[in-house]
């Protein structure tokens, strides 16, 4: 059981290039989250994913895309990377907790990707 | 809209001390308040949870109290330890219920 999984760890870009960051989950989940992360902004919600063949707008969406082809699967896709997309990017998906009759959800985060464009 | 304040100061303590982080957020009345460990060049690893009906959790040496009058959950670290270092994030889940609020997170430093 791997869990999140991310691809790739690093990489560097130039200015006007894209690419794509693939995530994985095997725990069958549905709902699935791509974040980025700056120095004292904490973490910030991209696009999510309510289940295969959905995606959403987060909080910062503008120069992103995404896809949920298979359920398993979350890509976060740069058209044309921008300085200002430096940023260290993670992907989660979201189980289920039910205790007591209640239900609640805890995010299970991949290892992060580290992306600078220069 | 929601909001999630945690001390943008890093915490540090002494071995042995507890360790005391705060999380407040307003214009909300979430059912449940989650907490979080980030280490450096790793994703956040979910902790603990609370309920608005539960005033405090604990686990193992971990404690978590919830106070929605106050709007604040303190996290509690006993006996801290060196690898108790780490940042702790502070979650809530958005009115909705399908996404997770985070706040920025405090940073620890436990000294030996």
């Known amino acids: 059981n791997a869990g999140v999984t991310q691809t790739p760890k690093f990489r560097v870009l130039k200015t006007g290039q894209s690419m794509t960051l693939l995530c994985a989950q095997d725990?069958?989940?549905?709902?699935m989250y791509w974040y980025r992360q700056d120095p004292g902004m904490g973490l910030r919600l991209i696009h999510y994913?309510?289940?295969?063949?959905?995606?959403a707008k987060g909080e910062v969406p503008d120069g992103y895309n995404v896809s949920r082809l298979k359920k398993q699967n979350f890509l976060l896709g740069l058209e044309s990377a921008a300085p200002s997309q430096t940023s260290v990017y993670f992907c989660?998906?979201?189980?289920?907790?039910?205790?007591?009759?209640?239900?609640?959800?805890?995010?299970?985060f991949g290892p992060g990707t580290r992306l600078t464009v220069t | 809209s929601q909001k999630i304040e945690q001390n943008s100061e890093a915490l540090n303590i002494q071995e042995g001390k507890t360790a005391t982080l705060t999380c407040n957020y307003t214009?909300?009345?979430?059912?449940?308040l989650q907490w979080y460990r980030q280490d450096p060049g790793r994703g956040p690893v979910f902790l603990l949870l609370?309920?608005?009906?539960?005033k405090e959790k604990r686990k193992e040496r971990l404690k978590v109290t919830f106070d929605t009058t106050l709007k604040q959950s303190l996290f509690h670290i006993t006996a801290s330890q060196p690898a108790d270092s780490a940042t702790y994030l502070c979650?809530?889940?958005?009115?909705?219920?399908?996404?997770?609020?985070f706040g920025a997170g405090t940073r620890l430093f436990v000294k030996a």
């Open positions: 989660a998906s979201r189980g289920v907790i039910r205790t007591s009759g209640s239900t609640s959800y805890e995010q299970y």
């Open positions: 725990m069958n989940h549905e709902y």
């Open positions: 994913s309510v289940g295969e063949g959905t995606t």
């Open positions: 214009n909300y009345s979430p059912a449940y």
């Open positions: 609370i309920r608005e009906n539960e």
């Open positions: 979650a809530l889940p958005n009115t909705g219920g399908f996404k997770t609020i």
